[in-house]
């Protein structure tokens, strides 16, 4: 049995190496010299929150969630269970459960799980109201979820073909608006042309002082494919930096990149010429059905930048490719260099041009291949030379 770490309440296997593992942090921190400060959890009084259990067994696991302020004896809670989808790569079977926090109003609550002789026990976890907390920006709520699981390590693993998703909340900020992005640039002779351009909104999010675990966890749900904070879908980039303070908490720091947010990207886009006619800086060509010859426009003042030849998947046959502004021409590419092979079919093999030539007309450029059987994919790229 295991817990993967991306689910929203952190746990910690329990064994006879680690036997007090209540210690409100993380486990293996418990035994350090330096200061020890607690931490919970907090989850709002409207949550149900959702934790899938992986496992190699069939048998449902055991749920209890403990009161563990009581002065009494702590009484045992069933949380609903239900088998879920059975992986079929590594016949393992995942199993969800529920807690309501609405049923535990300003309590400190710990879960545990029990398949057999395997134990997990969670982190302490706090039902209050964050209404305030969320409105005055004191806390981030971040929900992460994937369309497929994203590995095949143990402590990773989650199943979301149930459907699953995850949220935590995090006593957090978001500030410094930052600026990144990316250029590349095309160089020909007397002339710069902007291939691509990209400006993105990003944000630095800073945590206050948190566990380890739960710096983990918010690290590997900026892994994931939806990843949001506060409303807003951020896609991170590298990784956070950790900062300690000298005691088992530290802080996280992380540049992130608003997702639906881009200044500028000429990649394909409309640009609107001196003379105020619209025109495409880059323009695209394809045909994936290639069996002797193709042809298409090169407009006037615009260059052949690249071609990329591969075959379509039902091509049977190596083939040579000639490229030239005549039927048949061979000015642009010629069959001693156009060899393309069958094998690694679906690896396109590029032909970049390194002595650029714009026309003055709109020219035809013509492809030719030689091969039976054989099916050509030609993409090709043109770049305005203004």
Known sequence: MFISIANSIGFALRDSNLPNRENRLSYEEKYASFANKHYHQKFDLDDVVKTQVGSNVATVPTIEVYQPELTTSPTAVLVRSYT?????LDDRYYFEFDIDFGNYLGKTLQVKVTQGSVIYLSEYVNAIDLTDDLENGYISRINYQNSSKPSDYTNFTIDYTTGIGHFIYVESTMRKPVAQGSDEVFENIDNKTLLEAQLYRARIFETGLIPTFLAEKIHAAGKHFYFEINDVQYISDGIPSFKENGTNLISLSWTLTQKNVLGFNTDNRELIATGGEIMNAIIPRKNES??????FTLPKEYMLHVIYASHNTNSIANYVLNVGTTIGGTDLIDNDMGAILLSGAQNPLPFTF?????????TTIYVTITGAGAIADIRAQLILNQ
Not at 84 to 88: A, F, I, Q, R, S
Not at 290 to 295: G, N, P, R
């Open 290 to 295: 290639v069996t002797s010859t193709w042809s």
């Open 354 to 362: 390194h002595e650029q030539k714009s026309y003055l007309v709109d």
């Open 84 to 88: 879920g989808n059975v992986d079929p």
